[in-house]
């Protein structure tokens, strides 16, 4: 059984630009949650998927966006990066049944992002 | 709105005293609390959660609901428990709301 993995492990953007990030979840598991965790703050949840569906969403704005893919990995999306973006994005999968995710997450070693 | 309040983003003890670590919230219904923990270049991971009213690692957390409070404590600190210590709340469904973390710093 293979735990959550995360790619790329780090990555460089300029303002403006677009970035994916991805999200390969943990066996098992069909629900993949993202967080944004700047520097000296908490993580802070951005959204959920369950069965390939956005399951909820924090206060994020819409140039934030994932999809969900059958194999229950997941992508991230921003575009028009701005300075602010730059954090530590955290995929965190963990099984849900009919979209209630009281289980626990299982967390992936995060993707820091540094928007110039 | 649901609110998690880590009152002290640092706690300093000496090896063998009583730790805790405070957690406040803030939400209207029935939440599940949690307590994540990250060691040292480790992924963050759960440490325990209210309703399994589990001791994990020697630490244990007790929801009171009258306070709002779900502080996690042990009665002896070891060094391998420094760590930077999270407080999570899930109200409903899919948002799990984190605090600021605290980080327990133990002195051997």
């Known amino acids: 059984e293979t735990g959550v993995t995360q790619s790329p492990t780090h990555l460089i953007k300029t303002r403006g630009q677009q970035v994916t990030l991805r999200c390969s979840s943990q066996?098992?598991?069909?629900?993949v949650s993202w967080y944004q965790q700047a520097l000296g703050q908490g993580p802070q949840f951005i959204f959920q998927y369950y069965r390939e569906e956005e399951n909820g969403r924090g206060n994020f704005p819409p140039r934030f966006s994932g999809l969900q893919f059958p194999n229950y990995s997941s992508e991230l999306n921003v575009n028009a990066l701005e300075l602010d973006d730059s954090a530590l994005y955290l995929c965190?999968?963990?099984?849900?049944?009919?979209?209630?995710?009281?289980?626990?997450?299982?967390f992936g070693p995060g993707t820091r992002l540094t928007v110039l | 709105a649901q609110r998690v309040t880590q009152p002290e983003k640092l706690l300093s003890v000496f090896k063998g005293a009583p730790v805790e670590l405070k957690c406040n919230y803030s939400?209207?219904?029935?939440?599940?609390l949690f307590w994540y923990v990250q060691y040292s270049r480790q992924r963050l991971q759960l440490l325990l959660r209210h309703i399994s009213r589990e001791s994990i690692k020697g630490f244990t957390a007790d929801l009171n609901k009258g306070e709002t409070s779900f502080h996690l404590k042990k009665p002896f600190a070891q060094e391998e428990d420094s760590a930077m210590y999270y407080c999570a709340l899930s109200g409903g469904y899919q948002k799990v709301t984190f605090g600021i973390g605290t980080k327990l710093q133990v002195i051997p």
């Open positions: 066996s098992g598991h069909n629900t």
């Open positions: 939400y209207s219904g029935s939440p599940e």
């Open positions: 965190a999968s963990s099984t849900s049944r009919q979209g209630r995710s009281y289980n626990e997450q299982f």
